[in-house]
């Protein structure tokens, strides 16, 4: 029970007040006095308990007429009388009182706009709408704030009352926001004046759990009101857990984004709606695991969030639905398998799939079997080299999964689809046929050393084990010989030899095969890498035609 004295500017005389005497039918809470010198909220919180209207003689004016008028009157507003009046909860009104009601808002909300506004929300004629103005203009509230209450929350105007706003205006002042920050030209507070919110729950958990310091909160009120009407363990903790597993760098991706430095992840929680909600649910929609497995994606791939759905992740999902053909448990297990798929543009994602159907002759059980794939940059990385092993003749090595345990691959996607899906039971595809790993995996000067190997092995790739996939080649060996003096080289070599030499290779034989590749690499670049990302798209196959025509010309009959 809370009460306070409220004492004038020139009087010395203090009024108790009873903040939390409950309006009755007859009497409504209303601002006795404004005080237009002071913008202290103590003098506007000045109430005494009074009917809304003046007692009025009775109207001598028949009521088929005050009604006659009213409808006349809404009609003059460009408004339908008949979907007006006939709504329930006015069918019993008083005409009269109606009348005076509309007299009120026309007072506060522009004639253009009057009509629409009833149309839509007749309920709001039977508000007390007088003690609404009054009460919001005695805090200070400018014109504006209250024409905007009204037009843009009439639901709040019917469903709540000026008691629960001077509870919901004391919270705030007692939780430290100046009377400036409270009134403003734009009214903020509407969902506080809800009667289910329990703002001061919502107030202790952002503080406790939400990590605001006290001297912050008022801040956090004044910038985030609408955390303050949320429930607690409906909306505010389940999604503040969320943001928190998202990971420890995920702070530094999503900064600005979900994540304020001076406060934390309150910021994501405001935001929850617009940056975080959709795209679980487009998630959510499509994975048999529901929303556990769509919060498990993003928890791997926290960078996605900052992806606007619309341009990103609900494209990419309608491809590999659609066109793609995934879904179910292999949509799962690819985007286990590699969830950076998420944040790709869509572009890119479809060029990268239509690259390896028509160009390598790929399937979506290769893809399964290696989801990185379609991270792999297609004109730097996959492109290049696809088409270097294909004009060189080395595709029988790309194109046989017995060289690389392809057995493996598929397993180690299906572990990493079983840990992410927490138990989903997702296993990968044991029926493809590309190596795309070997393709993707490790830089240029990596990849190049293993395709020294191979043209070693001969086109019959002969002899040629698994054990090269993780050949790790550098100059140290030498470097270290030559600093060691003669002296010291064979202790040296009897420790260490580059693994490239061990292999029989020598670096003339690297140099040679780096300006082979470079040489092909120029010649990718000028035919479709500065394009590929567009060319190999439904949309852009057409105004890349040439180009392409050229380039199935030139890997025609190599594979």
């Given at each position: 029970h809370m009460s306070f004295v409220a004492h004038s500017g020139t009087s010395a005389v203090g009024t108790k007040v009873d903040v939390h005497r409950s309006p009755t039918a007859c009497n409504i809470p209303v601002v006795a006095r404004r005080n237009h010198q002071s913008c202290s909220i103590v003098p506007a919180l000045r109430y005494c308990i009074r009917n809304e209207r003046s007692p009025k003689a009775p109207s001598a004016r028949p009521a088929q007429d005050v009604t006659t008028s009213l409808a006349e009157n809404l009609r003059a507003l460009g408004a339908d009388p008949q979907v007006i009046l006939d709504h329930p909860d006015l069918r019993a009104a008083d005409a009269e009182l109606l009348t005076s009601s509309l007299s009120a808002l026309s007072d506060w909300?522009?004639?253009?706009?009057?009509?629409?506004?009833?149309?839509?929300?007749?309920?709001?004629?039977?508000?007390?709408?007088?003690?609404?103005?009054?009460?919001?203009?005695?805090?200070?509230?400018?014109?504006?704030?209250?024409?905007?209450?009204?037009?843009?929350?009439?639901?709040?105007?019917?469903?709540?009352?000026?008691?629960?706003?001077?509870?919901?205006?004391?919270?705030?002042?007692?939780?430290?926001?100046?009377?400036?920050?409270?009134?403003?030209?734009?009214?903020?507070?509407?969902?506080?004046?809800?009667?289910?919110?329990?703002?001061?729950?919502?107030?202790?958990?952002?503080a406790s759990e939400g990590g605001v310091p006290d001297e912050l909160l008022p801040r956090v009120a004044s910038t985030y009101p609408g955390l303050l009407a949320a429930p607690v363990e409906g909306e505010l903790r389940p999604r503040l857990q969320f943001l928190k597993g998202l990971g420890p760098e995920a702070s530094r991706l999503l900064r600005g984004f979900l994540w304020e430095d001076w406060c934390g992840w309150i910021h994501g929680l405001a935001n929850w709606s617009t940056a975080v909600a959709p795209k679980l649910v487009a998630l959510e929609d499509l994975l048999p695991g529901g929303r556990p497995a769509a919060e498990a994606l993003l928890r791997e791939v926290p960078e996605a969030l900052k992806c606007p759905p619309e341009s990103r992740l609900v494209p990419n999902l309608r491809l590999l639905t659609g066109r793609m053909g995934i879904q179910g448990e292999s949509l799962f297990v690819l985007l286990c398998g590699a969830p950076a798929i998420l944040s790709l543009p869509p572009e890119q994602l479809?060029?990268?799939?239509?690259?390896?159907?028509?160009?390598?002759?790929?399937?979506?059980?290769?893809?399964?079997?290696?989801?990185?794939?379609?991270l792999a940059s297609l004109s730097k990385v996959t492109g290049p080299r696809f088409f270097y092993i294909t004009l060189r003749g080395l595709t029988s090595r790309f194109m046989n999964r017995a060289f690389n345990g392809g057995d493996a691959v598929a397993s180690e996607s299906g572990r990493r689809g079983r840990e992410v899906g927490a138990g989903f039971g997702i296993a990968g595809s044991n029926e493809y046929n590309l190596d795309l790993r070997w393709l993707c995996e490790g830089?240029?000067?990596?990849?190049?050393?293993?395709?020294?190997?191979?043209?070693?092995?001969?086109?019959?790739?002969?002899?040629?084990?698994?054990?090269?996939?993780?050949?790790?080649?550098?100059?140290?060996?030498?470097?270290?010989?030559?600093?060691?003096?003669?002296?010291?080289?064979?202790?040296?070599?009897?420790?260490?030899?580059?693994?490239?030499?061990?292999?029989?290779?020598?670096?003339?034989?690297?140099?040679?095969?780096?300006?082979?590749?470079?040489?092909?690499?120029?010649?990718?670049?000028?035919?479709?890498?500065?394009?590929?990302?567009?060319?190999?798209?439904?949309?852009g196959c057409k105004r890349f035609e040439e180009q392409l025509s050229l380039f199935y010309l030139l890997i025609q009959g190599r594979m």
């Open positions: 909300v522009p004639r253009r706009s009057l009509g629409a506004l009833l149309e839509r929300h007749p309920p709001l004629l039977t508000a007390p709408l007088g003690a609404w103005a009054d009460f919001l203009a005695s805090f200070g509230f400018q014109r504006l704030a209250i024409q905007e209450l009204f037009l843009n929350s009439p639901d709040v105007i019917t469903s709540s009352s000026v008691y629960r706003a001077g509870q919901v205006f004391l919270f705030l002042r007692q939780l430290g926001l100046r009377n400036e920050e409270i009134v403003g030209p734009i009214f903020r507070w509407r969902a506080l004046l809800v009667e289910e919110a329990d703002y001061q729950s919502a107030a202790s958990f952002l479809e060029s990268r799939w239509v690259f390896l159907l028509e160009a390598a002759n790929g399937s979506k059980a290769d893809l399964l079997a290696y989801p990185p794939y379609l830089s240029d000067d990596e990849w190049l050393k293993r395709m020294a190997l191979e043209q070693r092995a001969g086109p019959g790739g002969g002899g040629w084990s698994a054990a090269p996939l993780a050949l790790v080649v550098g100059m140290a060996g030498e470097a270290r010989t030559a600093s060691h003096g003669q002296e010291g080289a064979k202790e040296l070599a009897g420790q260490q030899q580059p693994q490239w030499q061990e292999a029989g290779l020598v670096k003339e034989e690297l140099l040679l095969l780096r300006g082979d590749y470079d040489e092909v690499l120029s010649e990718w670049d000028s035919l479709l890498g500065w394009c590929c990302d567009k060319a190999f798209t439904e949309r």
